[in-house]
């Protein structure tokens, strides 16, 4: 992919230009706002295309700032190589995920942008990156799943106190009925909010909490841990989504410290229960951010909300390209290494 970069005094006259210089197919992946010669405010584009303009220039290597581990963002850096792939492999991303990073970065390397928002834009596009109010719309009942212990029942608590503290109501169900204490912090949660949690073991008490919940904007619903290999139980737990209700908006929940080529295949294992949505959790617990990519690149559901604190109190924080791309420019440490 090759990048050119135009300034023009407006959307218009830039789209003539970039037509005129590289043709109809070429898209653009950046605008910006600048000052132009003549002291009035222009556009600034950076348009791409797929064959090259020119030959590419002699690659430089990226500075790799080894104290901090932190690839260097100076405006003369090098063009993407071979320590761009190192710094993505130690991430854990993907071969091919890897390769379509690289190319597009590269081109953007090239155009004089520093990795991290080089990596910015591509993930932008790569992504499906939403507002954490357009994952978790109001008036829909929201159903939190995935594997064991990945966090479910906290980020719900999370969820919830935020909702409430920004004055709505909520209602809290649970389904799990199988974790000894798992409903217990749910319904600690509900009663620190004022608002009380349900736990729906089956149909009648599903009928019964119906009856008592009322109009609630934000409703939020608990699930028992289901084991990815266990397709069984994830289609017999499938049936007590059916009995919702509502038909539900299902998040699946997955911890970022998973093996980067396991957490690619969990979309797969709980296809049945179609989630729209995949919300990472234990962020702090890691500095290995390959499988949170790979799992999203390669699945078209929407990201936006991460967790990396375990106390139910502290929020779920926002997830955009922008931030992700910021731990990714960072080499990847171990425990033992100093950061
Ligand atoms: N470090 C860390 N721990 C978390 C995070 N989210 C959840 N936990 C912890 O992970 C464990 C399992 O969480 P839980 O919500 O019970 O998981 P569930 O089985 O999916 O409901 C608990 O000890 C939580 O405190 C997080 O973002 N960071
Ligand atoms: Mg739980």
């Not at 020119?54 to 190589?81: F, R």
């Not at 295949?265 to 890691?286: C, I, N, Q, W, Y």
Request: proline letters at 8%; glycine letters at 8%.
């Amino acid at each position: 992919m090759r990048l050119q970069t135009f300034t023009a005094p407006n959307m218009q006259a830039a789209i003539k230009l970039i037509k005129e210089e590289l043709g109809r197919d070429a898209v653009i992946v950046a605008t910006k706002k600048v000052e132009q010669p003549d002291g009035s405010m222009g556009l600034e584009i950076t348009a791409a295309m797929d064959r090259p303009i020119t030959p590419p220039p002699a690659p430089v290597a990226p500075k790799i700032n080894a104290d901090a581990g932190v690839v260097t963002s100076s405006a003369e850096q090098a063009p993407v190589n071979d320590d761009f792939d190192l710094l993505m492999n130690g991430h854990g991303i993907a071969t091919e995920v890897s390769e379509r990073l690289r190319k597009a970065a590269s081109g953007l390397g090239d155009a004089g942008f520093s990795h991290a928002d080089a990596l910015e834009m591509v993930l932008g596009k790569l992504l499906k990156f939403q507002h954490p109010a357009e994952l978790f719309p109001c008036g829909q009942l929201h159903v939190l799943v995935g594997p064991t212990g990945a966090g479910k029942t906290t980020l719900a608590s999370k969820l919830a106190l935020s909702r409430k503290s920004s004055g709505q109501s909520i209602a809290l169900l649970s389904l799990d009925d199988q974790k000894i204490g798992g409903f217990e912090q749910l319904a600690l949660v509900a009663e620190a909010l004022g608002e009380q949690a349900h736990l729906i073991p089956d149909e009648s008490a599903l009928r019964e909490a119906a009856k008592k919940l009322g109009k609630r904007q934000f409703l939020l619903v608990d699930t028992p841990g289901l084991n990815p290999y266990d397709q069984k139980a994830i289609q017999e737990f499938a049936k007590r989504l059916q009995q919702l209700p509502v038909e539900p908006v299902v998040h699946l929940v997955l911890p970022a410290t998973l093996d980067s080529t396991l957490l690619p295949s969990m979309p797969v294992a709980f296809a049945g229960l179609k989630p729209r949505t995949l919300l990472f959790t234990k962020m702090d617990e890691t500095r290995h951010y390959g499988g949170v990519v790979n799992v999203a690149a390669n699945h078209p559901l929407a990201v936006g909300i991460y967790s990396d604190n375990p106390q139910p109190a502290a929020d779920a924080q926002p997830l955009d390209a922008a931030l992700l791309a910021q731990k990714l420019a960072k080499k990847p440490t171990y425990p033992w290494e100093r950061e």
